[in-house]
């Protein structure tokens, strides 16, 4: 039995921070009902090249697990019907623009009042207050606004985008945790509460060491293409066919490296003794680095530098990631049920068994029929999607 069985969760979400906090509900084991516009659902269903008919790779990855209801919400029918489903639920996700959810009436204070139990779970782009709280905003707005371009990419390049949706997938996770958290504490108290994150508040948790160190020294960070500005050696290298990475942590990793790239004479070398002393000589030290590295060929160096106990790792492209045999050996690539599509599965085992993708992601209203059986008995229900 998975951890969050018989849980049940109504998401009203779209793109990715929302409906990835549902998704990983969904893979805990909770029954996440993900509720879409009868005319179109979700935005991210068209982001990209469709893998189905109205379906996005993208939405089918944040999406598998969970049941999909279309309602129309411009109908006070429909509207007095979700307020009624929403009491059988445990938990409502939502990440509406700003006044969105308190024009309907499905605000966190209105349900939470008609529902105590419930908790009530929102994803910001910039919080829940604040002057900039009524703000939308996408993953690249957050990223640039919260500092991150200007610490990424080479310092002789513009400032760069982090590649990879860092705020929205982690504003999902941490809303996710945000919920258990939660549903722990009702466990204990009876009583829900309200759950709010951001995608700002993410990016400053990201930033707690860079940020950290600007408040304490008043510095600002530089960019380092691979790097660290803090140690030495722990960056990537030019070998003669590609690039390594390489993360000589302490004093004692970087005298093995030393030795492992013809240099032993740099143990008895008093520039080099320590950290602080590698960093105040770097001028000197790195190009005799970058001259050895370049001599072999990159497999060459990954076999010497792991015989000599010196972390490293090829600078992999995803067609080579997807071909490594660790990637394989986790088994964290899953297909959901009647799709020929590999998608990565929850990133946590529980007894060793990783929680398996048990549906696909729904079609646009596919499962309304039995949701509104389970629900007979409220005092009005929604049109039925066709």
């Given at each position: 039995?998975?951890?969050?069985?018989?849980?049940?969760?109504?998401?009203i979400a779209q793109n990715l921070a929302g409906p990835f906090a549902g998704r990983i509900l969904a893979n805990l084991?909770?029954?996440?009902?993900?509720?879409?516009?009868?005319?179109?659902?979700?935005?991210?269903?068209?982001?990209?090249?469709?893998l189905t008919p109205n379906a996005s790779y993208a939405f089918h990855a944040m999406n598998y697990d969970k049941r999909g209801f279309a309602l129309d919400l411009r109908d006070p029918a429909a509207i007095a019907w979700l307020k009624q489903y929403i009491g059988r639920c445990d938990v409502l996700v939502q990440n509406m623009r700003p006044g969105v959810m308190e024009d309907l009436g499905l605000d966190a204070p209105s349900l939470r009042t008609a529902h105590p139990g419930l908790v009530y779970?929102?994803?910001?782009?910039f919080g829940n207050n604040g002057p900039m709280k009524m703000k939308p905003g996408y993953e690249p707005i957050v990223q640039a606004f919260a500092g991150m371009f200007s610490i990424n990419g080479a310092p002789e390049a513009p400032p760069t985008r982090i590649g990879v949706q860092l705020l929205d997938l982690g504003t999902g996770m941490w809303a996710a945790l945000g919920c258990v958290a939660a549903l722990y504490r009702r466990q204990l108290t009876g009583e829900g509460c309200v759950v709010d994150t951001s995608l700002f508040e993410t990016a400053l948790g990201w930033l707690t060491l860079g940020f950290g160190a600007y408040k304490a020294s008043g510095t600002l960070p530089t960019r380092h293409r691979t790097g660290?500005?803090?140690?030495?050696?722990?960056?990537?290298?030019e070998t003669s066919d590609g690039e390594v990475m390489v993360a000589a942590a302490n004093?004692?990793?970087?005298?093995?490296?030393a030795h492992a790239i013809g240099h032993p004479e740099w143990e008895a070398e008093p520039r080099f003794k320590t950290n602080a002393l590698r960093l105040a000589n770097k001028e000197e030290l790195m190009p005799q680095i970058e001259a050895a590295m370049r001599s072999r060929r990159r497999a060459e160096w990954i076999e010497r530098l792991e015989a000599a106990g010196v972390p490293c790792a090829p600078i992999n492209t995803l067609a080579e990631l997807a071909e490594e045999p660790q990637t394989d050996a986790v088994e964290i690539l899953q297909e959901a049920p009647g799709l020929a599509q590999q998608f990565v599965g929850l990133p946590v085992k529980f007894d060793d068994v990783r929680p398996p993708i048990r549906r696909p992601a729904p079609r646009i209203g596919q499962h309304n029929d039995e949701i509104l059986d389970a629900a007979l008995g409220t005092p009005a229900a929604p049109r039925r999607s066709a």
């Open positions: 039995m998975l951890p969050l069985s018989g849980i049940k969760v109504i998401e084991g909770a029954d996440v009902v993900k509720l879409e516009r009868p005319d179109g659902g979700d935005d991210a269903r068209y982001w990209g090249a469709l779970c929102s994803l910001w782009a660290s500005g803090r140690i030495i050696v722990f960056q990537a290298f004093d004692r990793l970087f005298m093995k490296f």
